[in-house]
Nanobody, 120 residues
Framework: QVQLAESGGDSVQTGGSLRLSCAASAYSISLTYCLGWFRQAPGKERERVARIDRGGMTSYADSVQGRFAISKDTAKNTLYLQMNSLKPEDSAMYYC?????????????WGQGTQVTVSS
């Protein structure tokens, strides 16, 4: 059974840093078309924070550009999100996601989420 398991969420103060991890099981991140991090705050729509493609190309939401970095370690079969200069508006449940589609991103595989809270 394919599983994604996030970890690393915590409560930090403004300006702090966190690194989220997403460990994949029964699923090879080196073969997947795309991987991503999403977040959802209470009362808000889910938004994609960062994406990394099979070849390593990355993209970010404007709100996190220059502060967050997505990466993957294929040997550990783990996806990461380094978050620096955190702001209260970054507070949300963060999810990693992947695709089972070899031709495109369908975001049909999800983790259970990890909570990030940034206090001012």
């Amino acid at each position: 059974q394919v599983q994604l398991a996030e970890s690393g969420g915590d409560s930090v103060q403004t300006g702090g840093s966190l690194r989220l991890s997403c460990a994949a099981s029964a699923y090879s991140i080196s073969l997947t078309y795309c991987l991503g991090w999403f977040r959802q705050a209470p009362g808000k729509e889910r938004e994609r924070v960062a994406r990394i493609d099979r070849g390593g190309m990355t993209s970010y939401a404007d709100s996190v550009q220059g502060r967050f970095a997505i990466s993957k370690d294929t040997a550990k079969n783990t996806l990461y999100l380094q978050m620096n200069s955190l702001k209260p508006e970054d507070s949300a449940m963060y999810y990693c996601a992947a695709t089972s589609n070899i031709f495109g991103c369908t975001w049909d595989i999800w983790g259970q989420g990890t909570q990030v809270t940034v206090s001012s």
